[in-house]
């Protein structure tokens, strides 16, 4: 069972930026691919970023494309998400999951091992 929490969140104005990290633990499967999802007051939670792990291949939501960067980072099970440019649209609770395949997909029901969340703002 894989675990993860999500942290790095906070208030951005807009045009702004932040960096979340997503830290993975327990039994991880061999191969498998990591997302980032969103989910605003009201609305279904959404797919954000993906990022397979072993291939380095990463695939993004068509209104994060050019702001937002997934990224695997040097310590084992890791996963950043730098956002730039940030719009008030991008505000919402982000988590983070494991998909146990080695391709992306978006589908939030096919990933396992949400965390909590980490609440991101943008605001004047």
């Known amino acids: 069972q894989v675990q993860t929490v999500e942290s790095g969140g906070g208030l951005a104005q807009p045009g702004g930026s932040l960096r979340l990290t997503c830290a993975a633990s327990?039994?991880?499967?061999?191969?498998?691919?990591m997302g980032w999802f969103r989910q605003a007051p009201g609305s279904e939670r959404e797919f954000v970023a993906g990022?397979?792990?072993?291939?380095?291949?990463?695939d993004y939501a068509e209104s994060v494309k050019g702001r937002f960067t997934i990224s695997r980072g040097d310590a084992k099970n890791t996963v950043y998400l730098q956002m730039n440019n940030l719009k008030p649209e991008d505000t919402g609770v982000y988590y983070c999951a494991a998909d146990p395949v080695e391709f992306i997909r978006p589908g939030k029901y096919d990933y396992d091992g949400w965390g909590r969340g980490t609440q991101v703002t943008v605001s004047a």
């Open positions: 990022l397979t792990w072993t291939g380095g291949s990463a």
């Open positions: 327990g039994r991880t499967p061999t191969t498998y691919a």
